[in-house]
């Protein structure tokens, strides 16, 4: 009986890892999301604020398409 502890340790330890990179993986994209969500606010309120009421953003963007 006491044979079986090491394989039984061998067989799960590559789960072990596999849960370990896929737990590192998902805490990777929730910073990233994390930033995003405080990004994305502040980048429409400064298009706003740099255009100072002239145009929405979306036309601006399609101006400078045009342009470019």
């Not at 394989?7 to 849960?19: D, K, T, Y």
């Not at 805490?27 to 002239?54: D, K, N, T, Y």
Request: aromatic share 8%; charged share 15%.
């Amino acid at each position: 009986m006491g044979d079986c502890r090491p394989l039984g340790f061998l067989i799960g330890l590559p789960f072990a890892f596999i849960a370990l990179i896929l737990s590192l993986v998902g805490a990777v994209i929730w910073i990233i999301g994390e930033c995003a969500e405080l990004l994305v606010p502040m980048l429409h309120m400064l298009c706003r604020v740099g255009q100072f009421g002239s145009e929405p953003c979306e036309d601006a963007y399609k101006r400078n398409q045009m342009t470019t």
